[in-house]
């Protein structure tokens, strides 16, 4: 654990939110107390943690952290060799499955002593105490634990650069989401998903940004030899929108729905009828069964932590711009065409790749027929030249456009040659004038027809006219991640400590705060400054400033001389700190594990808030 810099620990809490009234109506997606600590946790795995970073922690409770391994000196270096990076990879799972092991060991040794303080623990048994100290209600904690030590890796580099990457169609993804009459903060579930990867692939096989199965796909959109559309960021986003009613429709809730995106419909709709209940929170805790383990139990945590990063990007990405929205010319084909025909007018190859990320690799590279009525994005200002083109020689029917020539093997036969390119026999002899009974030899020249593919027309695609279209920019989600608080019983304040050794004021702005953010808390009753005890434990202050208030912690003496200068109510009584890690020592806070109830001092003179 990182003991943070400096006596005096900043804490900060907006006590109202001021983006709360950016929406008439609150997002629907229900957000239980009992998941607060889980959400805190993926806020930090998307935002504060980045691939560098190794957390050890309790699979069951998320949240109870015994170690951050900062892994920098094992990351590659563009001059290292093969063998250098195999050593670095080596060294890394090496040294996580040290720090797991050491956890496990140290908690079944914690299970066996069963300490009442960490009075004489040290090392990792010391970690596992304090990180559990919360919960010394349960004395056969360590012994549960030490058969859940997780190990996360941070994601925060690749979250960052996928807000920012997202940029070129987010705006249009969040236009999609509301036609389709979907919340617009359902786009979260694609950064839960893919971090906005157009090309993602995961190791089953799901693919593009919504990740869906060949499988499912095939149910939703076209996947076939030119195209496959789980990889275009609008075309995925109509079919996730589609599935995404049907399973909210069967199942009754968000919160099924979302989760039965990561483990079925199927099997969620076997949770709701076995409970009786569509309530996220009741299925969470009381369904049981083998599959559904870690990533089912955490996946709507993580799309609400994904949901809240969105809606603070600008605080949690400081100086992190999405890139501009993609501009571009619609052009339905007239005719078939291939890729190396666009090229040679002068499009771009790697644009018109970028732009249509839904061709396959073979079309891309020209080696698949573009079929006619295909709607492609044109780089702006060239679509008008590529229709002209293609319409000048076009032919009255057009009615078989041939994919490629091959030669006949030894043995090949015309059936077998429609079967391996998937057209049909007929259509192979005509574009050739032979007849099914005609015999053909080894050498002889076929011309193939292009097989007979589907695609969907891209909404604003226009028959025999170019369209100019711009992506809408993305709009704000604050509004959804400041109802998120609104739904759970206020705590009395929230203590988040600023990671570093800079002075504290009230102006001061912290990624740490932002989580606070959405956590509101009661008014409490407030203490004026010249009754506050000089000596003592910590105190709060509540410090008003632009927007709301924020808390402070720290002794009173420091705090009086650090805001001598501005209006500050010291506030008073018992503190509970849920959901965030941290514990004190001494006057100093430290980084890591859950906190006990803080006392704030009340001076004895004090008869109650003064009129």
């Given at each position: 654990?990182?003991?943070?810099?400096?006596?005096?620990?900043?804490?900060?809490?907006?006590?109202?939110?001021?983006?709360?009234?950016?929406?008439?109506?609150?997002?629907?997606?229900?957000?239980?107390?009992?998941?607060?600590?889980?959400?805190?946790?993926?806020?930090?795995?998307?935002?504060?943690?980045?691939?560098?970073?190794?957390?050890?922690?309790?699979?069951?409770?998320?949240?109870?952290?015994?170690?951050?391994?900062?892994?920098?000196?094992?990351?590659?270096?563009?001059?290292?060799?093969?063998?250098?990076?195999?050593?670095?990879?080596?060294?890394?799972?090496?040294?996580?499955?040290?720090?797991?092991?050491?956890?496990?060991?140290?908690?079944?040794?914690?299970?066996?002593?069963?300490?009442?303080?960490?009075?004489?623990?040290?090392?990792?048994?010391?970690?596992?105490?304090?990180?559990?100290?919360?919960?010394?209600?349960?004395?056969?904690?360590?012994?549960?634990?030490?058969?859940?030590?997780?190990?996360?890796?941070?994601?925060?580099?690749?979250?960052?650069?996928?807000?920012?990457?997202?940029?070129?169609?987010?705006?249009?993804?969040?236009?999609?989401?509301?036609?389709?009459?979907?919340?617009?903060?359902?786009?979260?579930?694609?950064?839960?998903?893919?971090?906005?990867?157009?090309?993602?692939?995961?190791?089953?096989?799901?693919?593009?940004?919504?990740?869906?199965?060949?499988?499912?796909?095939?149910?939703?959109?076209?996947?076939?030899?030119?195209?496959?559309?789980?990889?275009?960021?609008?075309?995925?986003?109509?079919?996730?929108?589609?599935?995404?009613?049907?399973?909210?429709?069967?199942?009754?809730?968000?919160?099924?729905?979302?989760?039965?995106?990561?483990?079925?419909?199927?099997?969620?709709?076997?949770?709701?009828?076995?409970?009786?209940?569509?309530?996220?929170?009741?299925?969470?805790?009381?369904?049981?069964?083998?599959?559904?383990?870690?990533?089912?139990?955490?996946?709507?945590?993580?799309?609400?932590?994904?949901?809240?990063?969105?809606?603070?990007?600008?605080?949690?990405?400081?100086?992190?711009?999405?890139?501009?929205?993609?501009?571009?010319?619609?052009?339905?084909?007239?005719?078939?065409?291939?890729?190396?025909?666009?090229?040679?007018?002068?499009?771009?190859?790697?644009?018109?790749?970028?732009?249509?990320?839904?061709?396959?690799?073979?079309?891309?590279?020209?080696?698949?027929?573009?079929?006619?009525?295909?709607?492609?994005?044109?780089?702006?200002?060239?679509?008008?030249?590529?229709?002209?083109?293609?319409?000048?020689?076009?032919?009255?029917?057009?009615?078989?456009?041939?994919?490629?020539?091959?030669?006949?093997?030894?043995?090949?036969?015309?059936?077998?040659?429609?079967?391996?390119?998937?057209?049909?026999?007929?259509?192979?002899c005509a574009v050739n004038g032979l007849s099914p009974t005609d015999p053909?030899?080894?050498?002889?020249?076929?011309?193939?027809?292009?097989?007979?593919?589907?695609?969907?027309?891209?909404?604003?695609?226009?028959?025999?006219?170019?369209?100019?279209?711009?992506f809408a920019r993305p709009e704000p989600l604050r509004a959804h991640a400041?109802?998120?608080?609104?739904?759970?019983?206020?705590?009395?304040?929230?203590?988040?400590?600023?990671?570093?050794?800079?002075?504290?004021?009230?102006?001061?702005?912290?990624?740490?705060?932002?989580?606070?953010?959405?956590?509101?808390?009661?008014?409490?009753?407030?203490?004026?400054?010249?009754?506050?005890?000089?000596?003592?434990?910590?105190?709060?202050?509540?410090?008003?400033?632009?927007?709301?208030?924020?808390?402070?912690?720290?002794?009173?003496?420091?705090?009086?001389?650090?805001?001598?200068?501005?209006?500050?109510?010291?506030?008073?009584?018992?503190?509970?700190?849920?959901?965030?890690?941290?514990?004190?020592?001494?006057?100093?806070?430290?980084?890591?594990?859950?906190?006990?109830?803080?006392?704030?001092?009340?001076?004895?003179?004090?008869?109650?808030?003064?009129?």
């Open positions: 654990m990182t003991k943070l810099p400096g006596l005096l620990c900043v804490a900060a809490l907006l006590l109202s939110d001021p983006l709360a009234h950016a929406q008439e109506t609150p997002h629907p997606f229900e957000t239980p107390a009992s998941l607060l600590p889980a959400v805190g946790f993926w806020v930090r795995v998307y935002s504060e943690w980045d691939t560098s970073h190794v957390v050890i922690h309790d699979s069951a409770q998320v949240d109870v952290l015994y170690r951050v391994l900062d892994l920098t000196e094992f990351n590659p270096d563009d001059g290292d060799s093969t063998l250098v990076r195999q050593a670095k990879l080596a060294a890394r799972i090496t040294a996580v499955a040290q720090a797991r092991t050491d956890l496990e060991v140290a908690l079944e040794a914690l299970d066996q002593k069963r300490p009442e303080s960490a009075k004489g623990l040290t090392g990792a048994q010391r970690e596992a105490f304090v990180a559990w100290q919360s919960h010394a209600e349960d004395p056969d904690r360590f012994g549960h634990a030490a058969q859940r030590v997780r190990s996360q890796r941070g994601i925060s580099d690749k979250y960052s650069a996928g807000y920012r990457q997202s940029g070129r169609f987010l705006g249009a993804i969040q236009k999609a989401l509301k036609e389709a009459g979907h919340p617009e903060g359902l786009v979260a579930l694609a950064f839960t998903e893919s971090l906005m990867n157009l090309h993602a692939r995961s190791v089953s096989g799901a693919l593009g940004p919504w990740q869906f199965l060949s499988g499912t796909g095939r149910e939703y959109m076209a996947i076939n030899t030119v195209v496959d559309e789980r990889k275009d960021p609008l075309l995925a986003t109509l079919s996730a929108a589609r599935y995404l009613h049907n399973s909210k429709k069967r199942l009754g809730s968000w919160g099924a729905a979302i989760t039965a995106y990561n483990y079925g419909t199927n099997g969620m709709s076997r949770a709701v009828e076995q409970l009786g209940t569509s309530n996220i929170e009741t299925i969470l805790a009381g369904y049981k069964t083998g599959r559904f383990g870690f990533a089912a139990k955490n996946y709507y945590a993580e799309f609400l932590a994904s949901l809240h990063v969105l809606s603070h990007a600008e605080l949690y990405f400081k100086g992190v711009k999405p890139v501009a929205p993609w501009q571009f010319d619609l052009v339905t084909l007239p005719r078939s065409t291939k890729a190396a025909e666009l090229w040679a007018l002068r499009v771009d190859r790697d644009d018109l790749a970028e732009l249509n990320p839904a061709l396959t690799s073979g079309a891309s590279a020209g080696l698949v027929a573009l079929p006619r009525g295909l709607t492609l994005r044109i780089p702006a200002g060239q679509g008008k030249a590529v229709l002209a083109h293609l319409s000048k020689d076009l032919a009255e029917d057009d009615a078989v456009a041939i994919a490629r020539t091959v030669t006949l093997k030894k043995g090949q036969t015309l059936l077998a040659i429609a079967r391996k390119y998937n057209v049909s026999l007929g259509e192979l053909v030899n080894a050498g002889q020249a076929l011309k193939v027809p292009a097989a007979r593919t589907g695609f969907t027309s891209l909404p604003e695609a226009v028959d025999g006219r170019v369209v100019s279209v711009t400041a109802s998120l608080a609104s739904q759970r019983p206020a705590p009395e304040a929230v203590l988040v400590a600023f990671g570093d050794d800079k002075p504290a004021t009230p102006g001061r702005k912290s990624k740490d705060l932002v989580l606070a953010s959405a956590l509101p808390t009661q008014e409490l009753e407030p203490v004026v400054l010249g009754q506050v005890p000089q000596s003592g434990p910590p105190v709060m202050l509540r410090v008003p400033h632009r927007g709301g208030a924020r808390i402070v912690a720290g002794p009173a003496t420091e705090l009086e001389e650090t805001f001598a200068d501005d209006s500050v109510d010291i506030v008073s009584g018992d503190v509970s700190l849920p959901g965030i890690d941290m514990t004190t020592s001494g006057d100093a806070l430290q980084d890591g594990t859950p906190v006990q109830p803080l006392p704030v001092v009340m001076p004895a003179s004090y008869a109650g808030p003064q009129s």
